[in-house]
């Protein structure tokens, strides 16, 4: 583009983000390998899972937790912490 | 605001999303998190260069609250001058909370955190110590412990340590401005989070420092976050204290530390440390467990 | 209209009081330290009632400050120098890259090493690059009006950018000149309240200063064309400001150009020195003229051409120095008139390294060596201040 057709967006053209947790629409499922496996009649709604997650990709409902698969990657922090075995893991693509 | 009493007391909003490149299990991710759950909706969060700068990339962000990334040396200055911009414009109920890796904090941004810090500016400055450089691929800060191999303190033939320095007391630094310090624990949320709220409470400049646990750079399996860090406070490694105008206190004793041998020998960065190297970290870890003992409800600094 | 004695510190400190800041960060350094111990006395006494001052540990967390406080939406005021300037870098890119319009005083004084605490430009010419828009003053009077200016500028919705105001250390800084201080309410009329509509405030998240991949190169070119859209902006402002005021600055500053054959270009303090001497000269019928440069970005080529077309010959005196490549604003102005068919031979001193003095004489010299270049058709690079080493 010739600079004298640049075009001057105003206040679209700074380099700030204005939409909050925009990033929750970007599936980041791809990365894991496998996948956290959650069975409700184990849970006792400890809150640990919830609690550990690094991305919040664990929802807290008044059911417990509502795994969120586009936002996990699969680090399964969930599974290892869990003390009743509420939360399995399963291989990606089984 | 109350403190909190246990895990299913802590508030169930979360102001962060997925959608993060932050790595599967990344500590310092979960330690934002959390302490945003303390901190609320309106909070600005400053943040210094390091791995969490990544975490928004235009146009997505996982945060629901403010940010700013400045530079890397400059996010206490950065935070200062927010802090002062959001008062005179009337917005004193903001909270001003810094996010910084502990080369930021530790090495190249000292001068400023120490400034705001004798100024008591009314900010909450979070160190995420991941003991390293992290996000550049882990190499040596004055964080980094004895023992510990990283991309510029490499174990070799002439070396077989790696890190042979004594990494700085940042506690004791930070104390000795008559501010309020404290080290956090991710594996201890409440006791993190209500740090938060004894910060946000007493006003002034708070100092809190929790361990960036970092499966990437300290090479452990990432399902292992809580445990390492729960194993780092069990060793001494981690020791959870605060110091308030410069009386310690203890916020977890143990009858009797777990040996650094657990710690050590389930992560990579300590790999082929050779036994007389363990022996050398376990007496600085007794030495300085010793000293938190003796001083535990006395004055430190 | 009364005047009063203040030095360029002092005349700074003015400028930035009249615009009410918000936020006022500071650090130390010769010759500026006087501007905010002026500003800092001020506060003391309860004449800023409207503005926080901070005093910093560094210029570099000055800046960084300046920032954080410009991102809330605050009008900031700061003022540096030299080396200070130079520490301060890292964050200048930041400051205009975030579009934060923070106005600073610079105040010029040659880089160590070796050290020396007299002026010359290198300190403020290399932020050339930095984003920021800059105004080198020629006296006490530019340097109030030109802060006072400076905020109408920075915070136009079209150009949204820092700006830096240079005066020369000491010549300046230090010398008490008679000037007129505005009064507030004047000030007030001239430049309306700051109403950010970019900043962090509570109860609208943003983020500010993200990564980007490969939008870098479109917020780059918003930043130049934000830098460009201020020729029109600063017009406006000139106009504005000699309805309220009666002064008038422009782009660049044209001295006896109208049927002038060598014309000097020159900036800063040197340039009253410079005129002094070309009305000398011009009683002995040379017809010599001179152009000061007073906005250096964005680069007004408009007008320097305009200026330049129909001269001779032209001495771009630089008080500034790239090694291994000569005066800085040397290479800028002949590009800016290589496209005229009948382009003036431009010739290059430089002069003035460390605060060595220009005086009238100097002055006279270069004239006469730029007729010889005339003369003779081969321009000259000539290290003004150096007879035998």
Known sequence: MREEELPYKGIEGIPIIKEPGSASKVNRGSWRLVRPVYDREKCTKCKICFTYCPDAAINWTPEGPEINLKSCKGCMICVEECPTDAMTEEKEGT | MQEFKNLKDLPEQDYFTGGSSACAGCGPSMELKLALKALGPDTLVVNASGCMTLLPLYPNTPLKVSWIHNAIENAASTAAGARHGLDMLGEKDMNVVVFAGDGATYDIGFASLSAAATKNERIIYICYNNQSYGNTGFQWSTATPYGCETKTTPRGKDNPIGTTDVHKDMMKIMGAHRVYAATASLAYPVDFLNKLVRAKERGGFSYIEILGTCNTGWNFDPRLTVKVSRLAVQCGMWPLYEIDKGLLTLNKDFQELKPIDEFVKIQGRYRALPQEGVEKLQALINEHWAQLKEYNGQRYV | ?389
Request: hydrophobic fraction near 45%.
């Open chain 3, 1 to 389: 209209m009364k005047q009063t004695l203040v030095t360029g510190n002092e005349a700074a400190a003015w400028g930035a009081r009249l615009a009410r800041p918000d936020y006022i960060p500071t650090f130390p350094i010769t010759p500026q330290t006087e501007c905010i111990e002026t500003l800092a006395q001020w506060g003391a006494d309860g004449e800023l009632p409207d503005t926080y001052f901070d005093k910093m540990e560094s210029e570099h967390s000055v800046m960084s400050a300046a920032v954080g406080a410009a991102a809330v939406g605050a009008r900031v005021f700061t003022a540096t120098s030299s080396q200070g300037l130079l520490l301060m870098h890292e964050v200048l890119y930041i400051a205009s890259g975030m579009r934060l319009p923070i106005v600073m005083a610079t105040v010029s004084r040659g880089l160590s090493a070796p050290v020396t605490l007299w002026s010359d430009h290198n300190d403020f010419l290399d932020q050339r690059d930095s984003g920021w828009l800059m105004f080198h003053a020629e006296n006490n009077q530019e340097v109030l009006d030109t802060v006072i200016q400076a905020y109408r500028i920075a915070e136009d919705p079209r150009v949204l950018l820092p700006v830096m105001v240079n005066m020369d250390g000491y010549v300046l800084s230090f010398t008490d000149e008679p000037i007129n201080i505005p009064s507030p309410e004047m000030v007030d009329e001239f430049l309306p309240a700051y109403a950010p509509a970019h900043t962090i405030e509570k109860g609208r998240p943003i983020t500010v200063g993200p990564p980007v991949l490969e939008d870098y190169s479109i917020f780059r070119a918003q930043n130049h064309v934000a830098a460009r859209n201020a020729f029109e902006v600063i017009e406006e402002t000139q106009d504005d400001f000699e309805k309220i005021f009666g002064r008038r600055y422009h782009m660049v500053d044209e001295f006896m150009l109208d049927d002038a054959e060598l014309v000097l270009v020159t900036q800063g303090s040197m340039s009253t020195t410079a005129k002094a001497a070309i009305m000398e000269m011009r009683s002995e019928g040379i017809k010599v003229g001179l152009l000061r440069l007073r906005v250096i970005r964005p680069w007004p080529a408009g007008a320097i051409v305009r200026a330049l077309k129909d001269a001779k010959a032209v001495a771009v005196i630089d008080r500034n120095l790239a090694p291994g490549k000569g005066g800085i604003m040397f290479p800028e102005v002949v590009e800016t008139l290589y496209h005229l068919d009948d382009r003036p031979l431009v010739s290059s001193f430089v002069v003035g390294l460390g605060g060595n003095p220009q005086t009238e004489v100097k002055i006279k010299e270069i004239t006469s060596k730029l007729k010889e270049d005339l003369v003779s058709g081969q321009p000259r690079v000539e290290w003004n201040d150096i007879e035998e080493m």
